[in-house]
């Protein structure tokens, strides 16, 4: 009888709110040390997005925000508030939908996502929005080279956003953030167990990162902005690694037509 | 300094291929024991969709398999083996898209993807595919009942499959069949940590699950079709559960017309 090895989830609790300025990489390794987990190579840390744009004073008063024409106009369409619509369009690539049901975009990074990933949950004051880090990849990059810093440890960073996705209900964890690990695990070219080449299988294993951290974190008022994810096997940690892997153009994408 | 409780991931690895007839519950508690995980109440059984089909003898030869007018149809359009088209189309509730990029259908019990989840590797013999579960909710409730008469232990079992998806690279695994667990977990109507009511918050947990699941038992030639995950703390038991919660209708999908 062994005991083979296992993949740990562990939450990162009692990190006090998160302000502008914070130094997140420190919270984060305070927390680990308090918790009894303490970093070590090879683990994959994941933020909660929500965490990383507040200590980047990623927040916005929507009642101060003057909108421009375009926002107008799709706030009347959407029913949202010009202010927010405002500033979703800032950070968007392109208008995706805007209709009563939903304002969707492609982001600057390359999310399609409802309002832009513009959110109000746990951010304090009742116009008071958090945005998308600006560059979540670099993000990424600061807490890795913050973590390294204070513990000598090298480890991967993912900064995950809460996602509704078609033709599924609910939302899960997606990555929009990376550091230090290959988003991708790619079997295409290698062979199955009857020696036959697997053509498509390119599993992003970012993102199941992302929804492994979530079933820790929560979404409420857990206050666990953070896991460790700790015994990885098949990821591959490299320095170069960049979110836009996950991305899929107009153009390429399989299910184009499909909705 | 307290050890926080964290959740654990655990590959049941050691198990014999797949053939038709096998008593697949009794397989996985062998391989349980053998690495030393054991059952407990509260565990979540994830098994890959493949092991299921094959013990299912949910495996066709399509070289045998004489298509009908529409599947060769689709099969000239799309390039792909008539008998396959055929099987594909079979287990269909409509062609959402058939093209030489992707044959995309959304399965009878109301999954869209790629080939409706028919699917080559790991399959014996050059023209040999495993077909979904007929009712992977009836076959993940035969692998709880089963696993409750072997062990005693209450657990919630999860069949999952690998996805492509819209607007992002790369596959992740999602559910097709659940028993024993909600595969939601809802906060709407809930507060945040400043008192907003979260309005939209329905988590997947059953897609995350899945994923978790993946990082331990990989695609290729890994041979781990299962994983135990323990330590889950917001997920609900249940008696009565069934996947069909994680379908969305077109007609309510918030990313109609977004590709």
Known sequence: MTLVSSLTVMPLKGLPLIHPGDDLAELLVKAAERVGYRFRNGDVLVVGQKAVSK????????GNIRPRKRAEEIARRTGKHPGFVEVVLRDAKMVVKAHEEALIVRTKQGWVCLNGGVDKSNVQGPVNYALLPENADASARRLRSGIKRLTGQNIGVIICDTHSRPFRRGQVE??????????????????????????????AVADELASAAELVMGQGREMVPAAIIRGLKRVR??????????????AEDLFRGTL
Chains 1, 2 share one sequence.
């Open 174 to 203: 997606e990555t929009i953030g990376i550091a230090g690990l290959n988003p991708m695990v790619d079997y295409r070219g290698k062979r199955d167990l009857f020696g036959y080449e697997l053509l498509f299988k390119n599993v």
């Open 237 to 250: 940690f490299q320095e170069r690694a960049k979110s836009l892997d996950l991305v899929v153009d107009e």
């Open 55 to 62: 200590s980047e004073g990623r927040l916005v008063d929507v």
